[in-house]
């Protein structure tokens, strides 16, 4: 049954808490700790939840923001799960961040928390409903309200990130496929089957491929492959809704070809790069980057980037197998990021440009700026349609060209609804010293030049407008969000995760992303706290008019504090009480 956490509110007299110093209470307020608590504990909002428990009169929930609040810890700190719970029942700053403040209060078995996250993974396996997704959003929404931050202006990047799974080439993840078979088997088909499992039996699939050569790779693989058949085809009967079964015929399907009955070996060309790398994690993809290839996810990230703010917040994190390209990825985030902030601009780089994110940036009217794009430069000794001012309306629709010599023109519809004219005066045209140069073409019944384009070459050119722009203005808004998604990796320095699964690759690395949140909200208020440095001098401007207030020590004490700049706590003049 569920029911919300208002005990943190009510907090206990008797406590472990108030046996600390006073300047100890205060740090622990100060630290991350104390934010946490106040950021996140206070403001997530349990009800979502509730629908992951039974509404029958049972047993009330382990509390929600201490289960959550456990999650981002373990991502944030890259902790274990025994190394998580030891913190929980020991450590007083994450008790205190959980609204605990007593040792042994509010303790459960660390079961709960696996049936939690059993919960959640069912959960969005039914309904698509991503509970912690939720709560960031909600909860980040909130600290950009109580900070007044702005999100007009946002920047976003992707990385790649590998789940907790061996590398394993195409003849291991065959044996290995092979013994899990088995395992499926009752005894009876064991014993049946034990002749032809039998090669497949003798140690791991690792060391099953140890000893074979590379000439000897291929005849195995056949040999395999005709077992596999042999199974899917026997089996199906008994077997056919069993999710080994199931990753059979995806690996058969994936790797061999049936020909006129005959099987035979795909070649690696012939291989999708979304086959399954592991049959532990059966969502985890190949990805080749240049000379790097990756196996498992892709991480996006968003954040604010207005210079106005005092400190920027993520907004959202996004987790996808890696095959899954950013300009994807950045069209599935714009209706949210619309719907919660008031963003206009977004920064990224190359791989986030593509028609359809220009026609989902046009509808959500967001402009995009590029730090760089695909394909080939334009001449330089020509004109292109970048070099054109084309300007729109409300909904991104052309309406004026001007040239680059300044003549400004409207803009029809062509003979086809998507293609765009602009015809440019003749007797202008004819002065102009750059025209050998132009992209436009004569038009033979009246001599005006004639522009012609239509929406994809818009957008690409204006584009090009916006990535030549940013680079002159001599800023970089973007160059903050590689820093960030570094923050966000930072513990897992290989940037390999502990875990497997869509879900849970995604849950850690939205834990991480809170904690990154929490502590440049720990260091901004720090920020705040801290006096400002004061001159060096025996008397600074108001000194004279406060002169009397002081004693001829207390005025040496403060031009001595001036002088080396001594921390607060340890000032000479705080230290003798003057």
């Known amino acids: 049954m569920f029911r919300q956490n208002k005990q943190h509110l009510q907090r206990s007299f008797l406590s472990d808490i108030n046996n600390l110093t006073e300047k100890a209470r205060a740090d622990l307020e100060r630290s991350w700790a104390g934010v946490f608590y106040r950021e996140f504990f206070c403001r997530l909002d349990e009800r979502p939840f509730a629908v992951l428990y039974s509404d029958k009169a049972s047993r009330p929930n382990v509390p929600i923001n201490v289960l959550v609040g456990l999650e981002m810890f373990k991502s944030g700190f890259g902790w274990s799960d025994a190394e998580l719970y030891d913190h929980f029942r020991f450590d007083v700053q994450v008790r205190y961040a959980l609204g605990l403040h007593a040792l042994g209060e509010g303790e459960f078995e660390l079961r709960t928390l696996y049936n939690f996250r059993q919960r959640l993974s069912e959960h969005r396996a039914e309904t698509g409903e991503d509970l912690l997704g939720q709560a960031f959003a909600q909860v980040t929404d909130e600290q950009i309200k109580a900070f007044q931050l702005q999100t007009r202006c946002m920047r976003m990047d992707s990385t790649q990130v590998a789940s907790n799974i061996c590398r394993m080439t195409r003849l291991q993840l065959l044996v290995e496929m092979l013994q899990r078979v088995h395992r499926m088997l009752s005894p009876a088909d064991q014993a049946r089957y034990e002749e032809a499992f039998a090669p497949y039996l003798k140690g791991t699939s690792g060391q099953f491929i140890y ?90 990230i968003t954040e604010t980037c207005v210079a106005d703010n005092p400190f920027q917040l993520i907004t959202k994190v996004q987790t996808a197998p890696n095959i899954v390209e950013d300009a994807t990825l950045l069209v599935e985030a714009l209706p949210e990021l619309k719907a919660r902030t008031d963003v206009e601009v977004l920064y990224n780089d190359a791989g986030f ?25 334009p001449n330089p000794d020509k004109f292109n349609l970048a070099n054109f001012d084309i300007h729109t309306d409300d909904q991104g629709q052309p309406t004026q060209v001007t040239c680059p010599q300044g003549q400004t023109v409207p803009v029809e519809v062509g003979r086809k609804a998507t293609r765009c004219l602009a015809h440019f005066a003749a007797s202008h045209c004819a002065t102009c010293s750059s025209r050998d140069k132009c992209v436009t073409q004569v038009r033979k019944r009246d001599g005006r030049r004639t ?53 849970r690759m995604g849950a850690l690395l939205l834990g991480s992303a809170v904690m990154v949140n929490i502590r440049r909200i720990v260091r901004y208020e720090a920020t705040k706290r801290a006096p400002e440095r004061p001159k060096a001098g025996l008397m600074g401007p108001q000194d004279g008019a406060e002169m009397s207030d002081f004693s001829f020590v207390s005025l040496l004490c403060r031009w001595l504090q001036g002088l080396f700049w001594l921390p607060k706590r340890s000032q000479l003049a705080f230290a003798l009480n003057w």
């Open 451 to 503: 522009l012609r384009f239509d929406q994809r070459q818009m957008d690409v050119a204006q584009r090009r407008r916006r990535c030549v722009a940013y680079h002159q203005a001599g800023k970089n808004p973007r160059a903050g969000i590689e820093a960030t998604v570094g923050a966000v990796k930072r513990p897992w320095p290989d940037g390999q995760l502990p875990v497997r699964g869509l879900f």
């Open 211 to 300: 000893h074979i050569r590379n000439e000897e790779t291929a005849p195995h693989m056949e040999q395999i492959g005709h077992l596999m058949q042999r199974l899917l085809a026997e089996l199906a009967p008994t077997y056919a809704d069993h999710v080994t079964y199931q990753m059979l015929q995806r690996v058969f399907a994936e790797q061999f070809d049936l020909v006129e009955s005959s099987v035979q070996v795909k070649s690696g060309q012939d291989i999708s790069p979304s086959r399954l790398r592991s049959p532990d994690d059966p969502e985890a993809t190949f990805r080749r980057k240049g000379s790097e290839e990756y196996e498992g996810y892709v991480a996006n």
């Open 353 to 377: 440009c593509s028609p359809q994110a220009d026609g989902a940036l046009r509808e959500h009217q967001v402009t995009q700026v590029p730090t760089d794009l695909r394909g080939h430069a």
